[in-house]
């Protein structure tokens, strides 16, 4: 079944709620507010971090620049926060941007390079002071956070998208994006203890998205081959490591929001958006629509911000046009709207 809207909420509607105003001056010490992530285009090297203010509701697209005098650079793929630091993996760049979580100045540029050829990192995820990277050469490349180098790689599938921790096992979702249309279709699980591969597990063409429910369980995004092949969310059991359940809806992401998950879906061929709200111990969708996107032109990402108990979604516009973040309160009203830069894909909550 298809997670199309099938109610419409008119443009002119969204733009009754005031845009926010763009700012420049930004504080020495962010709190109170988001980062968001924004990919630019490819080989473009536009890639940049907007900043919204909650105290001011206003938005800033440079952040980055703003901090560090210098640009991001090509693709940034991922954002996350480790204790004091804060990650930006930089994928045709093929860098990883350390920043101090406060300040958001640049502690170190590490470069993902392996003999001069581009590593190609993808998404991050952190486990006991090690940083696990994907990378698309085929390996989890193993960070250590005091050093911030990389003491060891480990091989897994073909063009590694995604990554998930459930306990002491980390799951790599193997896309095999770069080999259309002879995609990957496995997840490797890799024991963190001794950063080995103990299992290949076939899960539906080009996985992507991972995530982990308040129960451990781990659910994969296949994407499928965007034609005949459809786009399926799998449920992993992590006691015996085989797929559980595979579930008869399409999706292109998923995200927590407390112990439930948001499950976005952009229709390609119809242009069309739609959000879902998906209960894990349930194990299905108990409301197909339950924030009404239909309006966006290209929903691209989907964020639950717990500090204010609100939902972000970003707006590709095309791809080709500055972005817009909206946020929504958890029964589905409009809070604000905001400009944002090109691409806007992932977000980091201050309080």
């Not at 991922?78 to 958001?104: H, L, P």
């Not at 399409?250 to 927590?256: H, R």
């Amino acid at each position: 079944m298809r997670l199309i809207s099938i109610l419409f909420l008119s443009v002119s509607l969204v733009s009754c709620k005031k845009e926010k105003p763009q700012v420049d001056i930004l504080a020495d010490v962010l709190k109170n507010g988001t980062v968001v992530l924004c990919e630019g285009l490819f080989q473009q090297n536009n890639s940049s971090l907007s900043w919204i203010d909650n105290n001011s509701m206003s938005s800033s697209n440079n952040l980055f620049v703003s901090k560090s005098g210098r640009h991001l650079g090509d693709t940034g793929n991922d954002i996350k926060r480790y204790g004091s630091k804060v990650y930006v993996i930089v994928n045709v760049s093929s860098t990883i941007e350390v920043i101090d979580a406060t300040t958001f100045t640049s502690i170190k540029q590490i470069s993902m390079q392996n003999g001069g050829i581009s590593k190609q990192p993808r998404n991050i995820e952190f486990y006991d002071g090690s940083a696990y990277v994907t990378c698309y050469d085929g390996y989890v490349d193993v960070i250590d956070t005091i050093s911030l180098e990389v003491t060891e790689r480990i091989a897994v599938g073909l063009n590694p998208e995604d990554l998930t921790i459930s306990g002491s096992k980390l799951y790599v979702s193997n896309s095999g994006g770069l080999n259309t249309p002879v995609m990957d279709s496995t997840v490797s699980i890799i024991d963190l203890n001794s950063n080995t591969e103990i299992k290949k597990l076939t899960v539906g063409l080009n996985p992507s998205r991972c995530i982990t429910d308040n129960e451990g369980n781990v659910y994969i995004v296949s994407r499928g081959n965007y034609a005949d092949i459809p786009s399926r969310m799998i449920k992993i059991n992590v006691t015996s490591d085989v797929v559980e359940s595979t579930f008869d809806f399409e999706v292109s992401g998923i995200t927590k929001m407390n112990d439930k998950f948001l499950i976005s879906y952009y229709d390609f061929s119809s242009n069309q958006s739609s959000l879902g709200l998906f209960d894990p111990v349930l194990d299905a969708i108990i409301n197909y629509y339950f924030i009404d996107v239909s309006f966006l032109s290209t929903i691209y990402g989907v964020a639950y911000n717990s500090y204010s108990n609100t939902i972000f979604i970003s707006d590709a516009m095309g791809f080709v046009n500055s972005g817009y973040v909206y946020e929504y309160t958890t029964s589905g009203t409009l809070v604000s709207r905001f400009n944002v830069g090109l691409n806007p894909s992932k977000f980091l909550f201050y309080e």
